[in-house]
């Protein structure tokens, strides 16, 4: 008989037994399938709604800035919760990290369930739980999945260590709109892109499978579309073309359930009019019967509660019903579940008993494959350890590393060579919080290293490294929800005199060699509830930058941030520009390593970047419409343009492409051509490129983007060294939905390839496409 292991080394044979234990873990389908079933069978219908929510548990701390609703709710949730444990009405809990508290409650859930059936712990391990990691748009920028899937396991590995079953990630929502702060959270505005990210942070998270080891629950989310709100505003509408839908927003979900991924979350908003918690059509007919998953689905805080807010539920009975029906297998709620009223919707005859059981039973698979019914608690003493583990911050400076994007270096300023003295810049450059970036809650500060201290380890010995803040940091006009957690918002230091600090600024500037400016947004400025209507540098920033530059001394920005911000000053007047996002607990020590030239920059934009919030959304893979060569002048006062473009990151070394080949140049539709270029290091040093493949379709039932990427890989050359890369395209490649005919299609065509550094790349060649074969 199995037994549950207390945290005090006791056993509890009774809460075993009420499981169904067995000797060792349940490994075949047929054996999960027969424990699982023999538990619903015992099960009343309060136990199974029990089963299928899941609630928040928060310990806050006083808030005398931020007294809003949430908060409140959240300052009721011990009491709330632990009697909801009590009756065993509760089937998951989230934001809990602490190993002892997750044993404590744990323990509650099982004495409270007269079953004995554990709760799931869930947590947003976006980008890390103790090591922060890059930010995942940042992780996205390496364009190196085996990097992100190392990163992930690091975070997969410290959250199973703390209790945690679950990561509410990966964030595989497109994003085309730098206003709407998640853009942060995701891979950017292209679905191949994506969906290669999204698989190696699923394989990241989960390794092999549910239940292997030091591995935990991947939930991609939100489906679907929620990127794409109206005008970047989060939560807002969102209204997507078939087309949009299928080819753009939907992929890298698909790749994720492909990859294996056990849970989904839905989306907040309305999608073309039907919220995306209540809409069968997405969770039922796209999720489950068209792509076969076969995990459980959660909503997102308290989205079935808000069917009724929306206006498409008539009361919390409803919503309840109304969201299990649609596919929702597990509600998460902050307060007053909808889900606690589906034992009165299933005696209203509002849905069947059977529906619940189906959800039921795909959250009990899930706590089977995790061993939860065979050891439920966590052993405290190994979650000291393996938190502290030095090779986690040796993982997360690596990512930081492969993660910066070398946007401009005029006069090859970078990297830094025998400089006598530096002056660095901004306040953000010693900001620990800002460092490691939004969606960071078990942090320790104190072993995060800022760019400040990285370049201060790193520099040579005699070199004089002088900081000045220069400016005070900028406040948000409304205040982050994430404020109430304590040491969010940014703090301006007592007495701060602007004027004074401007001025030291700038002199410490013009008497040094060279001045590093971290410039960006403070973290709780981008992420959930973080949008904006301008892309600008918040605060004084571009003035400080603009002062700086008016010395004369040579100039690196260092970007921190989680979007494109306005740039175009900068593009045109500082010499040196690296995009280092918020690189997490060792992104200082990273930054150095790439400033000083110990590893060279290689990371990619996952974004166009746009001149100003104008031109918003601007993406490479437009269709090419009408007046194709006025493309970059459809505004008059300013370039259509973006300032940078998609796939664009400069390097210390120099990369030529060349031999642009095809092992065929007709096929039929269903066959496959490869494609063969070869990558030269033409510089004076090793260094990484990521080579990139393009395609067009020139004509054909529907009008197709200009360029659409298609393959990608990084590599890394010595000097003089050169690689020929191997591409396939195939039916995977070339097919797209049509909106016309309402389905997947290869049309008869030609295919014109590009190879090259970015997406405006040059060197092409083009194959034929017959009638599909198939």
């Known amino acids: 008989m199995s037994v549950h292991s207390t945290p005090a080394g006791r056993t509890d044979q009774a809460a075993a ?67 909801a444990l009590a009756r065993g009405e509760v089937g998951s809990l989230l934001f809990v990290t602490d190993p002892a508290e997750v044993n404590r409650l744990q323990r509650l859930a099982i004495q409270g369930n007269r079953h004995g059936i554990p709760a799931l712990f869930g947590f947003d391990v976006i980008h890390g739980l103790r090591t922060i990691l890059p930010v995942p748009i940042a992780m996205a920028a390496s364009w190196d999945p085996d990097s992100i899937e190392r990163s992930q396991a690091v975070a997969a590995r410290e959250a199973r260590a703390a209790g945690i079953h679950w990561a ?50 991947a939930g991609p989310k939100h489906l679907a579309g929620y990127g794409a709100a109206l005008g970047g505003r989060d939560y807002d509408e969102v209204n997507l073309s078939d087309s949009e839908l299928w080819n753009v927003y939907l992929p890298p979900f698909k790749a994720a359930v492909e990859a294996g991924a056990g849970n989904i979350m839905t989306a907040y908003m309305d999608l073309n009019g039907i919220p995306a918690t209540g809409n ?35 009361d919390l009975t409803d919503a309840g019903a109304r969201a299990v029906k649609a596919g929702v297998d597990m509600e998460m709620a902050i307060a007053d579940p909808a889900y606690a009223h589906l034992p009165e ?25 995790m061993g939860l019914l065979d050891q439920p608690y966590v052993d405290e003493e190994r979650a000291r350890k393996v938190l502290a583990d030095p090779a986690h911050r040796a993982v997360a400076r690596i990512a930081a590393q492969r993660s910066a994007v070398l946007l401009r270096n005029e006069g090859d300023l970078l990297p830094l060579t025998g400089p006598g003295s530096i002056a660095v810049i901004g306040p953000l450059a010693d900001s620990r919080r800002d460092t490691i970036g939004p969606w960071a809650f078990d942090f320790d500060l104190n072993e995060t290293v800022t760019v400040l201290e990285g370049i201060r380890n790193r520099a040579d010995e005699g070199v004089e490294v002088g900081y000045a803040p220069g400016i005070r940091p900028a406040e948000r006009t409304f205040p982050s929800m994430f404020d109430m957690f304590g040491n969010n918002a940014p703090v301006t230091p007592a007495e701060f005199d602007d004027d004074a600090e401007l001025d030291r600024a700038v002199t410490l500037a013009g008497e040094s060699d060279v001045a590093v400016l971290v410039l960006g947004e403070w973290q709780n400025m981008i992420g959930e509830a973080a949008s904006r209507s301008s892309l600008e540098l918040p605060g004084g920033q571009l003035a400080l930058l603009q002062a700086v530059v008016a010395t004369g001394t040579p100039v690196v920005l260092l970007v921190m941030n989680g979007r494109p911000l306005d740039l175009r000053w900068a593009a045109e007047n500082v010499p040196a520009i690296l995009d280092i996002w918020y690189p997490g607990t060792q992104g ?66 120099r990369f030529e492409y060349s031999d642009l080949t095809l092992d065929r140049v007709q096929i039929q539709g269903g066959e496959t051509v490869t494609v063969s270029v070869t990558v030269t290091n033409a510089g004076e040093r090793t260094a990484d490129e990521v080579a990139q493949l393009y395609i067009h379709q020139r004509y054909g039932s529907a009008s197709r983007p200009s360029r659409e990427l298609k393959g990608f890989r990084r590599i890394t050359l010595a000097a003089g060294e050169s690689q020929t890369l191997r591409f396939p395209l195939g039916p995977h490649e070339l097919r797209y939905w049509n909106a016309a005919t309402r389905a997947w299609v290869i049309d008869t065509t030609t295919i014109d390839v590009f190879a090259g550094g970015d997406s405006t790349a040059e060197l092409t060649t083009s194959f034929t496409v017959g009638t599909c074969a198939c």
């Open 17 to 83: 037994a009420r499981v169904g234990g067995s000797a060792g873990p349940v490994r075949s389908d047929a054996e999960i399938a027969g424990r699982v079933n023999a538990l619903i069978a015992q099960m009343s219908v309060a136990e199974k709604a029990g089963q299928l929510t899941q609630y928040f548990y928060f310990n806050l701390p006083p808030s005398k800035d931020i007294e809003t609703t949430l908060h409140a709710d959240f300052s009721r949730q011990p009491a709330m919760v632990e009697a």
């Open 168 to 217: 509410f990630a990966p964030m595989v929502d497109i994003a085309r709109d730098p206003r709407w702060g998640r853009i942060i959270e995701g891979a950017g505005e292209d679905p191949y892109l994506g969906a290669a990210v999204a698989v190696a942070q699923v394989r990241g998270f989960q390794g092999d499978g549910l239940g292997s080891p030091d591995r935990v629950i």
């Open 280 to 314: 069968h059509w997405l969770l039922t007919e796209v999720l489950r019967e068209t792509w076969g998953f076969d995990g459980f689905v959660v909503s997102d805080a308290q989205a079935v509660h808000n069917l009724r807010t929306h206006g498409f539920a008539a």
């Open 345 to 369: 919707a299933v005696g209203a005859g509002l849905v069947d008993e059977e529906v619940l059981d189906a959800s039921v039973r795909r959250v009990l698979t899930a706590k089977v494959r």
């Open 588 to 653: 200082g020590a990273a930054v150095a390593d790439v400033i000083f030239g110990d590893v060279a920059p290689g990371g990619k934009l996952p974004f166009s970047w746009p001149r100003a919030v104008g031109q918003v959304p601007v993406i490479y893979s437009h269709t090419i419409s009408h007046q194709p060569g006025d493309q970059g002048r459809r505004y008059w006062d300013e370039a259509s343009t973006p300032l940078f473009p998609f796939g664009h990151g400069l390097s210390y070394s």
